[in-house]
Every structure is written in structure tokens, then in C-alpha cells.
């Protein structure tokens, strides 16, 4: 894949770099230093219950006390803006009417115009966007926050809900004197009976003086076309914040794992702040770019995690994966670039007079493994085994083929397999996926193939590739402990999106091609 100067400079020691110092850090030039804080938020033991807006402030202050603290100690360590997570000031669990004593009123329309902390008289009901914008004056930072908003509205609108009010889960972004640049609504709720879906999708983005435009968006959007995608392309931006309250699912979709794939499959840098509930599956924030992460994933212990990285701005001209994809795929007669693995003797190039990439010899095929299917991500997987020290594997399902060349130096008392799955999704959401994964299963038998693992042993050498209907892939690599590494060579190869990595840093959990083809939604 190409890189920018800039991330090159990461990699040759020989690069001349400039510094500057900002609060005791020296910060390289072209770099800005961002912070999120994964925050163990303080609930309501009963969300369902009806309780006076002085109760709910309370319990909100409490949360923002800590973000307080936070914000503080982000700032001594140089950081320009900090991020917090979904839900982490007023909870979750709330019905309609419970939730509304913890909303705050935020003019959706006078984004930038209105300093809460030095204006706390223009509007009513405004106690936690005031401490917000208080604490991004106070420390002379840059501040994205969650909250829960309210805005009246007409009941002649046929959109206007019968209590006379919309409920929204809002992103907020705090410039570094206090001012409001920008509200973002949440579009793609999850199961959130107590929010509503805005009218049409915000794209929320705001400017900074250190890193240019930085898009909003929350959570589940992340899975969507709109705004997500839309907010990305049409704007063109290279920064994105991202406050979520994410349940981690294995073996595609933790936190960490797929943060890191959109960062990786857009180029751009993903400040992305969890909420951390281990006993709910939650945690996973990280400060990502396209070849590089800093993340945070704890299912055993509690509390709040403060992370601090600098990383360098991504300029706007800077080309995209999905773009170069789109790009490649209009041109499949472009000459075949061949690289070789330094362990698979096979060129990882495709050319345009072979039927497939890879393709099965008959005599492989007279020792192919038998197929078998597995429920993975509530949706049933088509997957064949991997067996031995190397080999080539097909295994197809409606009209995606997916292909593995592996090798393994030591073999390991562990089942690993190859799925594929190219169908609408239907649990807990609706949406069109492509995938291409190799697994590791929960167990020796087929069955357990699909199941939520965290730790692996096996080194494997592999070559993973698909004959994907969609330029929108995410390139994922899981390793042992919940922890990532990055592909050595990905992208298209005549009309097939390819993924190779040799030498893990750890035992492998997944690797995966996980495609959305969003028009199919």
C-alpha cells in the first residue's frame, strides 16, 4: 500500500524531522497529540425509574467529574483534543421518559456561534454542555463528548414525536476557547428506545488550527454507508472522532479489531473512545492511523484508561485505499505487480488469463477437506479446515469464492478454518455482508469453528484473497490477547482483493476480508 511521507518518516530513521515543544512534549512537526478516555461510567442502578432533573445532574456530575480529570491530565501531557465515549455522562438503559431529566438542550443550529461556559444564560437546562465547554476553555483544549439532547418540536410535523419533543444522542466538539463547533446526532441507533433517528443524516465535521477537518460520527454508524462513508468521501477528511459504547463480538467485530480496519481501509487516523464495562462485553478505544495503533483492551480489570499518542496529520490530498480500489478495479488490464513471500513460493499476482487466482490443481483437489457449516456472527459460514503445515483452500458460497495459501513451521493442537459468508445479516441489525475469515475455532470439532476465542499459539504464513463484489473491504488481523497486527501486502489484484502477512507477532485469532456492500442493505 502507499504511504505518505510522513509515514514513511516512522520507518527510515534517515528522514530530517522538526520539533517543537507543547506542554513539556516535543511534538514533531506534521504530528498533533490526541487523547481518549476509555471511561467506566458511573450509572444509574434504575435507568427505568423517573427521577428529578437535580438527581439526574447529579449522577451526570459525578461522570464529569472524572472527565475533568481526565481532561486535565491529557493537557499536561501535551494533548490538543481528547475524546470521551458514548453513554459515559448520562448511562444507558433508559426508556423515553427516564431518559428526559438527562437530557440537555443544544441549538443544533448555532454550532459555532455559542460559548457555553461564558454564555451559560442563553439557554435553559444546559448544565453539562456548559461543564464541557468549561473544562475545553480551562485546559485550552479541543473536547468531543456524548450526551443526551432534546429539541422541541411543532406536533403539526408529522416527524415530531407526541410528547412535542425529539431526544437525540448528540456528539458534541468543543473548540479550545469553550465555543460549540459542532453537534452530531446519532443516525444508526442500537436498539436506543429512548432516542430518536434525526430526519436526515448529520455530517458533523469541525476545524482545527493542528490537524485540519475531524468528521463525527457514533458507534454503530461506523457499520453504515450514511453518514459514515458519505461524511468521509464527500468532505474528504482524513480525521475522524469517535465516540462509542461497543459490545465486543468475536470473532469479526471487537472494538479494537475493526477500529483499526477502517482506519486502515480509509487512511485515515480514528480517535475512537469505548466506554469500559467488561461484565457487558465493553471496552476497546484506541488512537489509530493507517499503519500504526495505540489501543486499549482490558476485560479483567476496572476503571478508566487515559490514552495519549501523537501521530502525524493526514493530508487531504492523500489517496485513500477504497479509492485506489475503485480506481483498480476500472482498470483490470493494468500490469500485474508481482511480489514474493519470503516463506510461500507464489507470486501474489493474478493474472488476467487464469479462470481464478490460486487455483486448486486437480490433484489438490482429489485431498480436498471436506466443507461444513457453522453458525459465526449469528450468520452461517461456509467453512473448510486447515489442515497440515501448508496448503491451498477454495471454499465458495453464492457468488463469493474465497481462497487460502497457508504454511505453518510448527503444527499446533489447534483447529483453524477457512469461512466464507456472502448473505444480508439479520441479528441485531440488517446489513450486507462479504466476508473471507480464517479462524481460529473454539475447539477440535467442526462445530466449535465460529466461536468467540481469545488466545492462540499457531504462527501461520498465509495469503488470503476473494473474488469481492464491493470496493468497501476491511482488512482484519487479530492476534492472541485481543491484540492487532497489520497485513504486509493488501489490495486488488484483477477483481480480487488479496491480504498476506508472514510472521505474526503472535498466535493468530482472525484474519479476515470483511466486506459491506451497503447497496444491498
Known amino acids: 500500500m502507499a504511504f505518505t511521507m510522513v509515514a514513511l518518516c516512522w520507518k527510515l530513521p534517515i528522514c530530517f524531522l522538526f520539533y517543537q515543544v507543547v506542554s513539556g512534549r516535543v511534538r514533531q512537526e506534521g504530528h498533533y497529540v490526541a487523547a481518549v478516555y476509555e471511561h467506566e461510567s458511573i450509572l444509574s442502578p434504575t435507568p427505568a425509574a423517573l427521577v428529578e432533573r437535580r438527581s439526574a445532574l447529579e449522577l451526570m456530575g459525578r461522570n464529569l467529574d472524572i472527565y475533568e480529570q481526565q481532561v486535565l491530565a491529557a493537557a499536561r501531557q501535551g494533548a490538543q483534543i481528547i475524546v470521551f465515549p458514548e453513554d459515559g455522562i448520562h448511562g444507558f438503559n433508559f426508556t423515553r421518559s427516564s431518559i428526559y431529566p438527562y437530557l440537555d438542550f443544544v441549538p443544533h443550529s448555532r454550532s459555532g456561534k455559542w460559548n457555553p461556559c461564558r454564555e451559560p444564560y442563553l439557554f435553559n437546562d444546559t448544565e453539562v454542555v456548559q461543564r464541557l465547554s468549561c473544562m475545553a476553555l480551562k485546559n485550552k483544549i479541543f473536547l468531543v463528548a456524548n450526551l443526551g439532547t432534546k429539541q422541541p418540536c411543532e406536533r403539526t410535523d408529522p416527524r415530531c414525536p407526541s ?37 436526515e443524516p448529520d455530517y458533523a465535521f469541525f476545524d482545527t488550527p493542528f490537524a485540519g477537518k475531524f468528521g463525527m460520527f457514533t458507534c454503530f454508524d461506523i457499520l453504515f454507508f450514511e453518514p459514515a462513508v458519505n461524511l468521509i468521501r464527500q468532505y474528504n477528511l482524513k480525521q475522524i472522532v469517535y465516540p462509542t459504547a461497543w459490545m465486543n463480538q468475536l470473532p469479526l467485530l471487537s472494538a479494537v479489531e475493526f477500529q483499526q480496519a477502517f482506519a486502515t481501509a480509509f487512511n485515515v487516523n480514528i480517535l475512537a473512545a469505548n466506554i469500559h464495562h467488561p461484565t457487558l462485553g465493553m471496552t476497546g478505544s484506541g488512537i489509530y492511523t493507517p499503519v500504526k495503533s495505540f489501543i486499549y483492551h482490558n476485560m479483567e480489570s476496572y476503571g478508566g484508561k487515559l490514552i495519549v499518542a501523537e501521530i502525524p496529520v493526514i493530508s487531504a ?3 485513500t485505499n477504497l479509492e485506489s480500489n475503485e480506481r483498480f478495479r476500472e482498470n483490470l488490464h493494468e500490469s500485474c505487480r508481482t511480489f514474493r513471500s519470503s516463506s510461500l513460493d507464489d507470486e501474489v499476482c493474478f493474472k488476467e488469463q487464469e479462470e481464478t487466482p490460486g487455483r486448486i490443481s486437480e490433484k489438490g483437489k482429489e485431498k480436498s477437506p471436506p466443507s461444513f457449516y457453522a453458525e459465526m456472527m449469528y450468520d452461517n459460514f461456509t467453512f473448510v479446515p486447515v489442515w497440515g503445515e501448508k496448503g491451498e483452500l477454495q471454499v465458495c458460497a453464492n457468488t463469493l469464492c474465497c481462497y487460502l495459501n497457508y504454511q505453518r513451521a510448527v503444527l499446533t493442537d489447534e483447529l483453524y478454518a477457512l469461512g466464507v459468508f456472502d448473505g444480508l445479516h439479520t441479528v441485531h441489525g440488517t446489513y450486507y455482508v462479504q466476508a473471507c ?35 468497501y473491504i476491511f482488512p482484519l488481523l487479530l492476534t492472541s490477547g485481543i491484540t492487532l497486527d497489520f497485513a504486509d501486502h493488501m489490495g486488488w489484484k484483477n477483481n480480487y482483493y488479496f491480504l498476506s502477512k508472514n510472521r505474526t507477532s503472535s498466535g493468530l485469532l482472525t484474519a479476515a476480508l470483511y466486506g459491506r456492500w451497503y447497496e444491498k442493505d
Open 317 to 319: 490530498d492523500y489517496r
Open 163 to 199: 410528547d412535542g419533543r425529539h431526544q437525540f444522542n448528540t456528539n458534541v466538539a468543543f473548540a479550545a476557547d469553550g465555543t460549540l463547533l459542532a453537534t452530531y446526532r446519532k443516525h444508526n441507533l442500537y436498539f436506543e428506545y429512548a432516542f430518536d433517528t434525526p430526519p
Open 437 to 471: 475469515a480464517l479462524v481460529k475455532c473454539g475447539g477440535l470439532n467442526f462445530s466449535t469453528c465460529g466461536q468467540e476465542v481469545t488466545d492462540a499459539t499457531a504462527l501461520i504464513d498465509f495469503q488470503l484473497w476473494g473474488n469481492m463484489s464491493t470496493p
